[in-house]
T-cell receptor, first 117, second 107 residues
Framework: GAVVSQHPSRVICKSGTSVKIECRSL??????MFWYRQFPKQSLMLMAT?????????EQGVEKDKFLINHASLTLSTLTVTSAHPEDSSFYIC?????????????FGPGTRLTVT | SQQGEEDPQALSIQEGENATMNCSYK?????LQWYRQNSGRGLVHLIL?????REKHSGRLRVTLDTSKKSSSLLITASRAADTASYFC???????FGTGTRLKVLA
């Protein structure tokens, strides 16, 4: 299957700072990328969907000014958590799919564990 | 909001037994996918079933889909300790995940 990478895999930051997480599709062109967050022992919650070159579509309850998403190319999307607070500590997972694939399959990154102190 | 609901939320079985978990969803779908997640790790795609398919097999996995009932089931046959993980269903086009089933296979 296709490969999606995330960087960093773990990050610890101080409250009030901003953190950028990168999501890359390594061997295919991702026309759509998704960002999820997951709290311990819970399911993945979709935060936003982004299409290359256009603004991200955020799910209800997700603050777009706090979670900045940029999908500047067909292989890279970034999520920036601005002015992070301890309650933003979570596991953030991205996934990518291609509208050129008839299966609409999503390929997931390995996740980034964010801890805000 | 969650699209899918998995049932049961937790399942504990002996190695060699079969494990069945169910997923129900609310809206029309293009396809439904099952994923596995080991504790604190990323997701592993297991199987995709399209809305016009009723059953699909992959190794020890068997997935069924009933669009009239908006439900799917995942059967893992001859389970192994390594199958211990959380299992999620996700529906497209919007890829909303269900609540997950935590499977524990005892050696």
């Amino acid at each position: 299957g296709a490969v999606v990478s995330q960087h960093p895999s773990r990050v610890i930051c101080k409250s009030g700072t901003s953190v950028k997480i990168e999501c890359r599709s390594l061997d295919f062109q991702a026309t759509t990328m998704f960002w999820y967050r997951q709290f311990p022992k819970q399911s993945l919650m979709l935060m936003a969907t982004s299409n290359e070159g256009s603004k991200a579509t955020y799910e209800q309850g997700v603050e777009k000014d706090k979670f900045l998403i940029n999908h500047a190319s067909l292989t890279l999307s970034t999520l920036t958590v601005t002015s992070a607070h301890p309650e933003d500590s979570s596991f953030y997972i991205c996934s990518a799919s291609s509208d050129r694939s008839s299966s609409y399959e999503q390929y997931f990154g390995p996740g980034t564990r964010l801890t805000v102190t | 909001s969650q699209q899918g609901e998995e049932d049961p939320q937790a399942l504990s079985i002996q190695e060699g037994e079969n494990a069945t978990m169910n997923c129900s969803y609310k809206t029309s779908i293009n396809n439904l996918q099952w994923y596995r997640q080991n504790s604190g790790r990323g997701l592993v795609h297991l199987i995709l079933i399209r809305s016009n398919e009723r059953e699909k097999h992959s190794g020890r996995l068997r997935v069924t889909l009933d669009t009239s009932k908006k439900s799917s089931s995942l059967l893992i046959t001859a389970s192994r300790a390594a199958d211990t993980a959380s299992y999620f269903c996700a529906t497209s086009p919007k890829y909303i995940f269900g609540t997950g089933t935590r499977l524990k296979v005892l050696a």
